[in-house]
Nanobody
Framework: VQLQASGGGLVQPGGSLRLSCVAS????????MAWFRQAPGRERDFVAS????????YYVDSVKGRFTISRDNVKNTAYLQMNSLMPEDTAVYYC????????????????????WGEGTQVTVSS
């Protein structure tokens, strides 16, 4: 499985971006995909995840109400719509996937994801 993330860029505070993560090499009829981010000098942190089988979504508190994760089964793609962006959202964003349908307690842990894409830089600055 290969994951290709795109959609990052430079945006002003309050602006929006949509990240895309295309999976190739496998069709995700089940499994879980997620977005993580890593700011300079910090560890890689969980942002959001979506379970393919039932569309269950999970977000870190700091992005609830601003970010939306979604999927397109036909395109084998996950998206992260980011609105009301703030400077503290600046980071390299990574998409991740596993063929397992993760339970709630596992969504946010990087160790449960088997496949990772290269990151896409998101910079929020005026």
């Amino acid at each position: 499985v290969q994951l290709q993330a795109s959609g990052g860029g430079l945006v002003q505070p309050g602006g929006s971006l949509r990240l895309s993560c295309v999976a190739s090499g496998r069709t995700f009829s089940s499994g879980t995909m997620a977005w993580f981010r890593q700011a300079p000098g910090r560890e890689r942190d969980f942002v959001a995840s979506i379970r393919w089988s039932d569309n269950k979504k999970y977000y870190v508190d700091s992005v609830k109400g601003r970010f939306t994760i979604s999927r397109d089964n036909v395109k084998n793609t996950a998206y992260l719509q980011m609105n009301s962006l703030m400077p503290e959202d600046t980071a390299v964003y990574y998409c991740a996937a596993t063929t397992r349908s993760l339970i709630l307690s596992s969504f946010g842990s990087a160790r449960y994801y088997d496949y990772w894409g290269e990151g896409t830089q998101v910079t929020v600055s005026s």
